[in-house]
């Protein structure tokens, strides 16, 4: 690249401020600042610390498992015709999601600061159990801050935590009567600004600066092997790739590398019902500037539902609110209904069970690759398996269940 292309590329993200464009910035309370300030100053010292890197890289590799396949769907490619379908392979991790690429990173980080103590968030529990297993292996107690409504729906990402030795908080909105993702990220905020001893292992690309970059920074090795291995299969970039959105971690780390390469088509779906990028306007909430669903004076966020709980959020990560505003980025939704169809799909064409998330980029994929010649090539991440979803999946079949 040239040193006009180095300065103009959309991977420089953000500013010294925080933002992205008109995004994103370090909206928080003072009693925060300096918590924020000593994660920035860390975790700029850590990742030009090569020994840190290594580290990571060491764990990444024997510990994760990465790199994970990128595999060509064939039996999928020939019931859909059109494109050619790969699927990276994030559910193959340790613990089966994404996630575990940012909290690895984030305990390294905590244990680079003598940190004594760690807290996270957490809507599907993929977050939640990841943190508690690399804190597990790096000696850290962790306490996880989870809605109502979620602890219930992903009873098993529960237990998973609690094995691990993993504390978890049961939040509530203001009624007392249900809680979600945004419950959680409101209450482990509340904590850690009175605890400053604690490392707050944020987990998707969301809050104020540094969060957002920290997590696409851990997370974007999603996307550097998918570039890697799609070379050495097509020998070419994908035409399209295709991920899931709730607060952006799956899908910034997929797509961060080819934000230069204007050849490759770059898709984020939401929930219909949790559709901020869609459906919102832009607001400032829980630290940061973004799309959200809120009331129309802002004082307030709607209530969202999803089938999939990793992706039920009122927001987005404000990198994302950019690259839509820039258009950069094709944003749009998928419903309920067809992202199931595409989960039972996948199922039962391949044989790989995906959790409910990536199930709406499935959705959204088969519709793009139907519309494509067959020397076309599209990349879903299916960055979560469906173990966590299937006495739900059960519930919702019932009686046609094998059939």
């Given at each position: 690249?040239t040193?006009?292309e180095?300065k103009?590329s959309?991977?420089n993200g953000?500013?010294?401020?925080?933002?992205?464009?008109?995004?994103?910035?370090?909206?928080?309370?003072e009693?925060?600042m300096p918590?924020?300030?000593?994660?920035?100053?860390?975790f700029?010292?850590?990742?030009?610390?090569?020994?840190?890197?290594?580290?990571?890289?060491?764990?990444?590799?024997?510990?994760?498992?990465?790199p994970?396949?990128?595999?060509?769907?064939?039996?999928?490619?020939?019931?859909?015709?059109?494109?050619k379908?790969?699927?990276k392979?994030?559910?193959?991790?340790?613990?089966?999601?994404?996630?575990i690429?940012?909290?690895?990173?984030q305990?390294?980080?905590?244990?680079?600061?003598?940190?004594?103590?760690?807290?996270?968030?957490?809507?599907?529990?993929?977050?939640l159990?990841?943190t508690?297993?690399?804190?597990a292996?790096?000696?850290?107690p962790?306490?996880?801050?989870?809605?109502k409504?979620?602890?219930?729906?992903?009873?098993?990402?529960?237990l998973?935590?609690?094995?691990?030795?993993?504390?978890?908080?049961?939040?509530?909105?203001?009624?007392?009567?249900?809680?979600v993702?945004?419950?959680?990220c409101?209450s482990?905020?509340?904590?850690?600004?009175?605890?400053?001893?604690?490392f707050y292992?944020?987990?998707?690309?969301?809050?104020?600066?540094?969060?957002?970059k920290?997590?696409q920074?851990?997370?974007?090795?999603?996307?550097?092997?998918i570039?890697?291995?799609?070379?050495?299969?097509?020998?070419?970039?994908?035409?399209?790739?295709v991920?899931?959105?709730?607060?952006?971690?799956n899908l910034?780390?997929?797509?961060h590398?080819?934000?230069?390469?204007k050849?490759v088509?770059?898709y984020?779906?939401?929930a219909?019902?949790?559709?901020?990028?869609?459906?919102?306007s832009?607001?400032?909430?829980q630290?940061?500037?973004?799309?959200?669903?809120?009331?129309n004076?802002?004082?307030?966020?709607?209530?969202?539902?999803s089938?999939?709980?990793g992706?039920?959020f009122?927001?987005?990560?404000?990198?994302?609110s950019?690259?839509?505003?820039?258009?950069?980025?094709?944003y749009?939704?998928?419903?309920?209904?067809?992202?199931f169809?595409a989960?039972?799909?996948?199922?039962?064409?391949?044989?790989?069970?995906?959790?409910?998330?990536?199930s709406?980029?499935?959705?959204?994929?088969?519709?793009?690759?139907?519309?494509?010649?067959s020397d076309?090539i599209?990349?879903?991440n299916?960055?979560?398996?469906?173990?966590?979803?299937?006495?739900?999946?059960?519930?919702?079949?019932?009686?046609?269940?094998?059939?």
């Amino acid at each position: 690249m040239t040193i006009e292309e180095i300065k103009n590329s959309l991977k420089n993200g953000p500013n010294d401020k925080g933002y992205y464009g008109d995004f994103g910035g370090r909206y928080a309370p003072e009693i925060l600042m300096p918590n924020l300030i000593e994660l920035e100053d860390a975790f700029e010292q850590a990742i030009n610390d090569k020994s840190f890197i290594d580290e990571f890289d060491y764990y990444l590799k024997d510990y994760v498992g990465r790199p994970n396949p990128l595999y060509f769907a064939e039996q999928l490619t020939k019931k859909i015709g059109g494109a050619k379908i790969y699927l990276k392979s994030d559910h193959l991790n340790h613990l089966g999601a994404h996630k575990i690429n940012n909290s690895l990173f984030q305990i390294l980080l905590a244990k680079y600061m003598g940190k004594t103590k760690i807290y996270c968030e957490t809507g599907a529990g993929a977050h939640l159990i990841a943190t508690a297993a690399c804190g597990a292996r790096f000696n850290f107690p962790v306490i996880g801050y989870m809605g109502k409504d979620d602890i219930f729906l992903q009873s098993t990402n529960v237990l998973k935590a609690k094995l691990f030795g993993a504390e978890v908080v049961e939040c509530v909105d203001g009624t007392g009567e249900k809680g979600v993702l945004k419950d959680a990220c409101t209450s482990v905020l509340k904590a850690w600004s009175s605890d400053p001893k604690a490392f707050y292992c944020c987990g998707s690309a969301i809050g104020p600066h540094p969060f957002p970059k920290i997590v696409q920074y851990a997370q974007s090795i999603i996307g550097k092997e998918i570039k890697k291995q799609i070379l050495e299969k097509e020998n070419r970039l994908p035409d399209a790739i295709v991920a899931c959105i709730g607060g952006g971690s799956n899908l910034i780390g997929c797509i961060h590398d080819f934000l230069d390469d204007k050849e490759v088509a770059l898709y984020g779906v939401e929930a219909e019902h949790s559709s901020a990028l869609t459906n919102g306007s832009i607001g400032i909430m829980q630290g940061f500037k973004s799309f959200m669903l809120q009331s129309n004076d802002g004082s307030a966020t709607l209530d969202t539902k999803s089938l999939a709980s990793g992706i039920n959020f009122y927001s987005c990560g404000p990198e994302h609110s950019y690259l839509k505003s820039i258009g950069r980025v094709n944003y749009t939704y998928a419903t309920d209904e067809e992202a199931f169809s595409a989960f039972q799909l996948l199922c039962k064409t391949e044989g790989i069970l995906p959790a409910f998330e990536p199930s709406f980029a499935i959705a959204q994929a088969i519709k793009i690759a139907k519309e494509m010649d067959s020397d076309k090539i599209v990349v879903i991440n299916i960055c979560g398996r469906g173990d966590k979803d299937i006495d739900t999946a059960e519930r919702m079949l019932g009686d046609k269940l094998g059939k």
